[in-house]
Each structure stands twice: as C-alpha cells, then as structure tokens.
Nanobody
Framework: QAQLVQSGGGLVQPGGSLRLSCVVS??????IAWYCQTPGKQREWFGS???????NAADNVKGRFTISRDNAKNTVYLQMNSLKIEDTGVYYC???????WGQGTQVTVSS
C-alpha cells in the first residue's frame, strides 16, 4: 500500500512561486495526480504525471504549473509559477488507481 507525504506550500504574493513535493513510498511506480480544493468545493484535478514522466495539465494551469518526478527519490514535484489569488486552496497528491492521498498542504496567494 502506497503512502504519500506532502511538503511545501505556504503564503505567497500574487505572481510568486511555490514548489510542492509528494514523496511516494511503496514499490510500485504510480501515476500521481494533483488536486486543489477550495472552501465549499470538491477537490478538482488539475494535473498528473505517469510513471515514465509524461505529464498533462488542465488548461487553467498550463504554462504556469509544471509537474515532474524523480523516481530515484520517489518524489513528485509541483512547481507553481505566476500564482494567482484564485489558486488559493489545499493541494493534494493522489496515487491514481488507489484511494491513497497525501495529507494536503495549504497554498495561500494573497497580497
């Protein structure tokens, strides 16, 4: 059973950058997906990366967010640039095909 442990996040001004990490334990290389949850809404998918590094992203984050992975470190990264106020939320990673989620990390974009 995989376990996902997230780190990163915090408070940043509009236009700033943050990087989140998702460390994946277990012997299987999962596709990892990223979600954002804002108050009163369901978690919304915005990107994922396959075990061999192929990434895709939702239109609203393309060009701003980059998903990458280092399988030697069992870590998936979410680099977020040009952050907007509406990017504020709790960010989760998930092992696709399972119900295993990271613990979530708060990202707040505010001036």
């Amino acid at each position: 059973q995989a376990q996902l442990v997230q780190s990163g996040g915090g408070l940043v001004q509009p236009g700033g950058s943050l990087r989140l990490s998702c460390v994946v334990s277990g012997s299987i290389l999962y596709t990892i997906a990223w979600y954002c949850q804002t108050p009163g809404k369901q978690r919304e998918w915005f990107g994922s990366i396959s075990s061999d590094g192929r990434a895709n992203a939702a239109d609203n984050v393309k060009g701003r967010f980059t998903i990458s992975r280092d399988n030697a470190k069992n870590t998936v990264y979410l680099q977020m640039n040009s952050l907007k106020i509406e990017d504020t939320g709790v960010y989760y990673c998930r092992a696709v095909g399972t119900n295993v989620w990271g613990q979530g990390t708060q990202v707040t974009v505010s001036s």
